[in-house]
């Protein structure tokens, strides 16, 4: 509900607010055409300042979000408000001029601008006047009867009562127990009887929702007054707290019947999103093996005459969830290097549960060529195709790794392995501390999206073209 709130009132507003620096910028353009023609020469046709229009709306929306400008709190207090969008029009200009600098506009009109600018603050404003009379002086609030023990409530009473949410009006806080008091009758027992007490507590008030705020467990106690308000055709809602958790979100899925299923989610589960990121995994992994393709004769050639031993190096990896599976690359070193490595682990350049070496004496020649250029790393868009990997993600552990693992480190298994994520593009030879790249990778986990995605894959194509001097 209150959420929900919030979500309209942001998007009322920026309607609100897109309207009205359109209407500003006609306003300027027109006091420019007209009354300061004479004197400073004509505009030009509105046509041609129609791509400045689309850049300033899209600046002064930015700049105003930013500015916590689509919160209902913004338009409790006047003064607050006011410094909110000063800041957030000084931003804004400040964004609009530098971008026209580095664009090499010097043609638009320097006095149109200026008349927006603050006839765009003087409507922003008004529009936040209108809402905050609008919210303040509504007597349609929407009457709240909270069923709980006073401790309970105390979290929602603090939502309510503070005035960022002055629409709503709690008209009472009833213990669960009191029902009986209330409707001024004797306790009975049974679901009836529950429903008929209810009924009639309810009756004493004029109320448009009950909020029922129960513990895990709970839930169930409060099936008599759920029924009793859909008698009355009241809507019911149930506040139930959760386990607190410092990763995540909480969703709510309505299972029918009165079930729902509450979920802890600590990794994007977005089905149109995932969707499309295994679309564009396909289609990179189709690019990536064509390419895989042209490599191999002349790595395969070059190899054999360095060491012997196949041209594909297979190791087990544990993937999302500790899934097993093999990953291929590039064969870059001789075929002894596993049993070389418990000799090489004092010079060991990563701290934690990761082996990194500079200048590792079982790399080949031509392997460190495709290592330095990461075209040893081909191989494993077949890895990606067939979906074990992803484009981006986090770093593949073998299985020796993750038996090191404290429970702190498992969170980076929760997603798919990646060919690239942010440890690569942050420099994987800078950061030679494990619990340093578990804190990247779960960065990644936490503000994952497609667009970050397509950054981290820009970056790695830019990191590996300059490595290899093409």
């Not at 709130?5 to 942001?10: D, L, N, W």
């Not at 507003?13 to 400073?40: G, I, K, N, S």
């Not at 000063?86 to 009109?109: G, Q, V």
């Not at 012997?308 to 002894?336: A, C, I, S, W």
Request: charged share 20%; aromatic share 8%.
């Amino acid at each position: 509900m209150i959420r929900q709130r919030e979500q309209s009132f942001a998007r009322v507003m920026m309607a609100l607010d897109a309207a009205a620096l359109v209407l500003a910028f006609a306003a300027a353009y027109q006091l420019r055409a007209t009354l300061l023609a004479p004197r400073y020469g004509a505009p030009g046709p509105f046509a041609h300042y129609a791509w400045l229009l689309w850049l300033v709306l899209a600046i002064w929306l930015v700049a105003l979000r930013l500015g916590g400008l689509y919160r209902p709190a913004t338009c409790v207090r006047a003064w607050p408000m006011l410094g909110a969008l000063a800041a957030a029009h000084l931003l804004a200009s400040l964004a609009l001029f530098a971008t026209m600098y580095r664009a090499m506009r010097a043609d638009e009109s320097r006095l149109l601008l200026e008349a927006f600018i603050a006839g765009g603050f003087i409507l922003t404003v008004a529009v936040r006047l209108g809402a905050r009379l609008v919210m303040g002086w509504s007597t349609e609030r929407t009457r709240v009867l909270v069923v709980g023990e006073r401790d309970a409530v105390r979290g929602y009473l603090a939502m309510v009562s503070d005035e960022l949410h002055r629409s709503i009006a709690v008209v009472d806080v009833v213990a669960p127990g009191a029902c009986a008091q209330l409707a001024n009758g004797a306790a009975r027992n049974g679901g009836r009887a529950g429903r008929e007490q209810w009924t009639a507590a309810l009756g004493r008030f004029v109320i448009d929702e009950v909020v029922a705020v129960a513990q895990l467990g709970e839930a169930s106690s409060f099936a008599a007054l759920a029924a009793a308000a859909a008698e009355r055709g009241l809507v019911f809602r149930m506040l139930v707290t959760m386990p607190g958790s410092e990763v995540g979100q909480y969703q709510i899925e309505d299972l029918g019947g009165g079930s729902c299923l509450i979920s802890l989610e600590t990794v994007p589960h977005d089905a149109l999103l995932l969707a499309a990121k295994r679309a564009v995994d396909i289609v990179g992994a189709l690019a990536g093996l064509v390419l895989c393709a042209l490599v191999l004769p002349c790595y395969a050639w070059r190899l054999s005459r360095e060491s012997p031993g196949p041209v594909l190096f297979r190791q087990e990896r544990r993937g999302r969830n500790g899934r097993r599976f093999v990953l291929y690359k590039f064969r870059t070193m001789h075929p002894d290097a596993e049993q070389r490595l418990p000799e090489l682990m004092a010079r060991n350049q990563m701290n934690g549960h990761m082996f990194k070496m500079r200048d590792d004496p079982r790399v080949t020649p031509s392997g460190r060529f495709m290592r330095r250029t990461h075209l040893d790393e081909l191989p494993q868009f077949w890895n990606v195709l067939r979906g074990e990997m992803s484009l981006v993600g986090t770093r593949p552990p073998t299985p020796a790794e993750v038996s090191q693992y404290r429970s702190g480190h498992l969170r980076r298994l929760s997603i798919k392995p990646g060919i690239t994520g942010l440890w690569q593009v942050n420099g994987n030879g800078a950061v030679n501390d494990f619990d340093k790249v578990v804190r990247l990778d779960c960065e990644y986990i936490d503000n994952w999206s497609l667009w970050l995605d397509a950054k981290i894959i820009g970056r790695t194509v830019s990191k590996v073209v300059s490595l290899g001097g093409w």
